[in-house]
């Protein structure tokens, strides 16, 4: 399993970013993919996940509304778009992924990010103010 991130950077707030988590070496159906978020120091933050099973898609509470996640139709890669950015917003950005259908909407990815296996390296988001 192999999760690669990108498109992180520098971003004034008000702006807006998309992530991209290219993955290989499993079968996209059998996986749920979440995104996490978190700074040297602080916590994990589970932001959102998309379900293996039909492709719905969750959010936290704290992102709803501004995040969204998605996938290419050749379920190769998932996106995380983010608007109307803030400095709050600021963090090493993560996509992870768990063999299983229930990941998701069980709210794993938010109340229990370490039960997801596999991650990816990161990618730093800087929000400027």
């Known amino acids: 399993v192999q999760l690669v991130e990108s498109g992180g950077g520098l971003v004034q707030a008000g702006g807006s970013l998309t992530l991209s988590c290219a993955h290989s070496g499993f079968a996209f159906d059998d996986y749920d993919i979440a995104w996490i978020r978190q700074a040297p120091g602080k916590e994990r933050e589970g932001l959102s996940c998309i379900s293996s099973r039909d492709g719905t898609t969750y959010y936290s509470d704290s992102v709803k509304g501004r995040f969204t996640i998605s996938s290419d139709n050749a379920k190769t890669t998932v996106y995380l778009r983010i608007d109307s950015m803030e400095p709050k917003d600021t963090d090493v950005y993560y996509c992870?992924?768990?063999?299983?259908?229930?990941?998701?909407?069980?709210?794993?990815?938010?109340?229990?990010?370490?039960?997801?296996?596999?991650w990816g390296q990161g990618t730093k988001v800087t929000v400027s103010s």
């Open positions: 992870t992924a768990e063999y299983g259908r229930k990941n998701c909407s069980s709210g794993y990815y938010y109340r229990s990010p370490e039960k997801f296996n596999y």
